[in-house]
């Protein structure tokens, strides 16, 4: 069948805004966006710029605005948008940089700013440091991130307030504020109870429902919620 793709274009070397150009490209049910992407890219327009590593939903690097909504570019097939025009833009409330290329420092700076990483203050163990079944499964479900982006740009308290830490930082202080063998929640609970943290989080749903990962990221941001207010009691 032939689709017909808008691509939502910006050279900053030559454009004042972004313009849409549209292309027709050949594709099959199973197709999904990033081929037809690919497709327009070696056998129409060299120019057009995305980016793009793993093609498998794994490495994060092709979240984009497809059809209205974000998504993985290598997840979403021609079959499941059920429409033969599709339209493609770079993720919203960030800078584009190229095309579909937006500047990402400003996402990652948030993640860091929340600790993502193991901080254990008892001497190094001899051994792996012991965890039981249970206390991993706590924060299971929120060690499946890979940094898409595709939530916190979805959210409309960021796109309000862009200073919001956002969903994607707080699922990922989510992830070691719970786990049994980090000594530093509470460091993270006070980073998180800043103005700028979970408190603006208005339960809207849209990051939960953008996440190709299939993480429920709003119960986590109530549940770090629910430990800034203990530990604050
Ligand atoms: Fe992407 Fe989901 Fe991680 Fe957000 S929580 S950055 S949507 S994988
Ligand atoms: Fe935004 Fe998700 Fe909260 S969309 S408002 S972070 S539930
Ligand atoms: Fe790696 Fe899509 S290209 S997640």
């Known amino acids: 069948m032939q689709i017909e793709l808008r691509i ?3 050279d900053p070397e030559k454009d004042q805004k972004p313009h849409e150009q549209t ?3 050949e594709a099959g049910p199973m197709d999904r966006v990033l081929d037809l992407l690919h497709k327009v890219k070696y056998e129409q327009d060299g120019t057009l710029t995305f980016r793009r590593s793993c093609a498998h939903g ?3 690097s092709d979240a984009m605005l497809i059809n209205g909504r974000n998504r993985l570019a290598c ?3 021609v079959d499941q948008l059920k429409a033969r025009r599709i339209t493609v833009a770079p993720l919203p409330g960030l800078p584009v940089m190229k095309d579909l290329v ?3 420092e400003a996402f990652f700076a ?3 700013s929340v600790q993502p990483y193991l901080q254990a203050d008892s001497l190094d163990p001899d ?3 012991l965890q039981s079944q249970a206390e991993r499964a ?5 060690t499946k991130c890979i940094l898409c982006a595709a939530c916190t740009t979805s959210c409309p308290s960021f796109w309000a307030q862009p200073s919001y830490v956002g969903p994607a930082a707080i699922v990922n202080a989510h992830r070691f504020i719970f786990d049994s063998r980090d000594d530093h929640a509470d460091d993270r609970l006070t980073i998180l109870a800043d103005r700028d943290g979970v408190w603006r989080c208005r339960t809207i749903f849209n990051c939960t429902d953008a996440c190709p990962r299939g993480i429920h990221i709003t119960q986590a941001i109530l549940e770090v919620s629910s430990r800034i207010v203990e530990h604050q009691a």
């Open 23 to 25: 292309y027709t490209v």
């Open 110 to 112: 948030k993640f860091r």
């Open 75 to 77: 997840k979403i097939r």
């Open 138 to 142: 706590v924060f299971d479900d929120t």
């Open 58 to 60: 794994v490495c994060g």
């Open 8 to 10: 939502l274009r910006f």
């Open 127 to 129: 051994r792996e440091r």
């Open 102 to 104: 937006v500047d990402m």
